[in-house]
């Protein structure tokens, strides 16, 4: 089962050398979440050869131009396209007024349902859920209200060993019982313990995105741990007094925050325009944590899933 | 002088094989006019090697989504660029409020003045004027307020013929005189009329953009001898009944108009996606009114300047 972000607009503010502004797919067991939207986020979904039709949910970190102008296209398209199933878009408040207003002139309705869930960005805090996965928000600390947001498979049930169903004979109706951690007793009578019958599930998976944000430790304790780390890089650390003035982060920050997180791998994203090259920032930041990948347009970045070993019985 | 008009986007409704929305520019004499601004309008600038800093007006036909989307990051990318000279922008009621709020939850200030003209769109009435050329609104039939735009170029002086000067002996401080129409007295006293000194200057130029619009019999006395004329066509003839419940046009009625306002080219465009091949709609125009051509992205149609003879003296 898939695990992995796509990456379809890497460039802050103005875009510049072939990038574009923040947008990003999850794609978590098939399910696609989209995240931020950037001008143009239909055309790089159709460069990506990712179906819009497959977004039910869009996670919008804040109301800044370069992550929530490519929204109203993408929906206005999709209603053209005459989608029936519903959009649900979380956001800091504002966006359904400046949706509305859009429509309001035009004269649109929309061929589906849209609700809009207003995000306290200041709390981190279960937003959504579904059979996949939950959502939570990340405060940020930027100029306007900002939060980013953490994604968490859900725990799957406890596998049978295969043998063991032919070994004690457990008819099929048992068999979601003991996945869901029940005990057996066998014809004879005798208890089996379910640790005896079944092998742990593949470990949830997790993914955190934090833009735009100044640096901020405060945030450590929320995203320990997790495979993928999206954090804003916008500049070289030299321009850490720029970072600190647009309350944006520079590589060695969001580096040490990978690091003190013990996260899995870390992606950059969120870059200056001043950047054509690229490569200067990843160097800068693969010295505080070396598993440091670029985050670029077209770009997948998967989480694996971690089989447990089975065990002894 | 140049008068030339780019296709920036040419597609109608959801972009689709490698088209855009709506988005033209005319370059008169240098200065750039945008009109409409469908979404990725600022890529789409790039793209054709265009200076987003030369445009200093905007004319906006009516609110639907793809002729409008792209607005507010053009606008956000002059600003992040430090603009400073004005922006107006003419357009149907509703377009300052769909900025305005925009702006208001992003903090945004820009950095340049902004100014929002706004149109009665159900007249045929000069809007705007500068040096070089006088634009004025064309009275639309589409589902919400539409209009389309007619430029035409200012006179330019009377041009003198600089054997006179010589002949005549013409002071330098009389010549400006003469070019504006004043007859010559020599130093003989001999009165030299302004015909036999000047000859008539380059024709202005003429440009009419429709679009959207249902067929409409009513703009042909507004367009009538335009040098070219774009009207959108958004199906071929056989559509012709979808064009009604629309309020869009077909090919043929796109050159029946162009045909009976005796225009000297027409530009087809607002293509529905539904055509991958544009051929079928410029031959079904051209079976109408021959001088037709399809309005794709990139492309520049240009009217050379008709120079009158020189009057014998």
Known sequence: MRFEVTILGSNSAIPAHGRFPTSQILNASERLYLIDCGE???WRLQDCDIK???INQIFIS???GDHIYGLIGLLNSMSLSKRTSPITIFSPKGLEEIIQVQLKYAGTVFSFPLTFYELETNKNQLIFEDEVLNAYTIPLRHRIPTCGFLFIEKPRPLNIDPDKIEKFNIPVEKIIEIKNGADFITQNGKLIANAALTFP???PRSYAF????AYDTSIISIVEGVNLLYHESTFLHELQDLA???MHSTTIEAATIAKKAKVGQLILGHYSSRYQDLSPLLEEAQKVFSNTVLGVEGKTISVEEKRRKIQDS
């Open 62 to 64: 804040h109301l800044h």
């Open 40 to 42: 143009g986020v239909q």
């Open 52 to 54: 819009k039709s497959k």
């Open 210 to 213: 934090c833009s735009d944000t």
């Open 201 to 203: 599930p593949v470990s």
């Open 244 to 246: 600190k003035e647009t």
